[in-house]
Structure formats: C-alpha cells, structure tokens
T-cell receptor
C-alpha cells in the first residue's frame, strides 16, 4: 500500500521567500507529525495534529512557521521569510492514532540560499 | 528542554564485530523506541520498549530499557554491512499529548 509521501522532494529557495511543504499521510491515519532534521542530527519535533487540530505545536521555532491540516488528511507546513538556518530535511510521519507506530515519509530537503 | 544523548556519535567496525549503542537522558519516558534511518529516507521503527528493565530481541539486535526508564541500549551481534545506517532512539512522553523526542543519533558503518 501507499506510504507517507512528501512533496517536493527537494526545494531550493532564496532567503526571505515563502515556502510550502506538503505531506500526504497514509489513508485513515488520524495522527500526523512534522519534524525537522539537520545534517547528522536526530529529528526535532515541530508539531503534532490529531485530526484537523494541532494538538501540540510547542516545537515550532517561531511565528514564521505554521502548519495546517484542514480536512484531517493532507498537511502543509508553511515557512515565511525563510532564513539560511531553516535549511534542513523536513520529515512528516503519520500513525493510526498517536499511540501507534509512526510511519515516516522520505522528507523534503529544503535549502535556503 | 528534554535531551536524549546517544553515544557513540560515529562507529565504524568490521563485519562480524559486536557493538553497543547507548541512549541516555535525565528524563523518565513512558516508553522508548529505536529507529534506523538510511540516506534519503525517513526513520523506520525497529522496536518499542515499555517496561523498566525490559529486554527485546530482534534477530541479531538486542534492546534494553533501563530500570528507571531514562536510558536504553542497542546491542548488535556479528554486525553485517546491511546494518549500516543512522540509529536513533526516541523517548515517548504521554503527559497531555503523545510526543516523541529523538536522540542525537549514532551513525554506524559496517565494513565488509
């Protein structure tokens, strides 16, 4: 069956631009997580959705970062006024519910020049 | 800030050798997970340990959760080149929301 997919797989942008990163979770999975992974590091929690609502957004680094999941399926991570320090791999994971196994997508590699 | 430290950070060994990776924190977790991640892919769950002192085996991999549920170890017996990858532990918090805090990672390379 289809796993978690993320688009684009790679994104190069210039400092100050706006970007959107998309996550398509496994069908029927109610929990969705966004993480950021810098080179050589473990994933860093950003935000967790249960259904349409953000159950925990305590990992978002500042107000330039925002995420939505309007219909409880696809989620979009939005970054405004990108900075070079935002360069990283952004990972999405979904699970049937929050207590079950997370399945990760391949990530979006964001490079801010 | 919760922090999970893994050691060693890097490990390069010959095929057939044994190794142990450690995951340590000052925080108590509801459970702890181990993942393996390959280049260009997301992490894949290997195991979840829940009870303090629990030991789980997955073929040549042995996972142990510390008695106080603050630390864990992963032992690989007779490593093979296919074991090469980034190994990540993740502590699970269930107070309020279900949250995963990942460790700093151990990059393992097994040479043939």
């Amino acid at each position: 069956g289809a796993g978690v997919s993320q688009t684009p797989s790679n994104k190069v942008t210039e400092k100050g631009k706006y970007v959107e990163l998309r996550c398509d979770p496994i069908s029927g999975h109610t929990a969705l997580y966004w993480y950021r992974q810098s080179l050589g590091q473990g994933p860093e929690f950003l935000i967790y959705f249960q259904g349409t609502g953000a159950a925990d957004d305590s990992g978002l680094p500042n107000d330039r970062f925002f995420a939505v999941r309007p219909e409880g399926s696809v989620s979009t991570l939005k970054i405004q006024r990108t900075e070079r320090g935002d360069s990283a791999v952004y990972l999405c994971a979904s699970s049937i519910d929050s207590q079950e196994t997370q399945y990760f997508g391949p990530g979006t590699r964001l490079l801010v020049l | 800030t919760q922090l999970l430290e893994q050691s060693p950070q890097f490990l390069s060994i010959q095929e057939g050798e044994n190794l142990t990776v450690y995951c340590n924190s000052s925080s108590v977790f509801s459970s702890l997970q181990w993942y393996r991640q390959e280049p260009g892919e997301g992490p894949v769950l290997l195991v979840t340990v829940v009870t303090g002192g629990e030991v789980k085996k997955l073929k040549r991999l042995t996972f142990q959760f510390g008695d106080a549920r603050k630390d864990s170890s992963l032992h690989i017996t007779a490593a093979q080149p296919g074991d090469t990858g980034l190994y990540l532990c993740a502590g699970v918090y269930t107070s309020g929301t279900y949250k995963y805090i990942f460790g700093t990672g151990t990059r393992l390379k097994v040479l043939a």
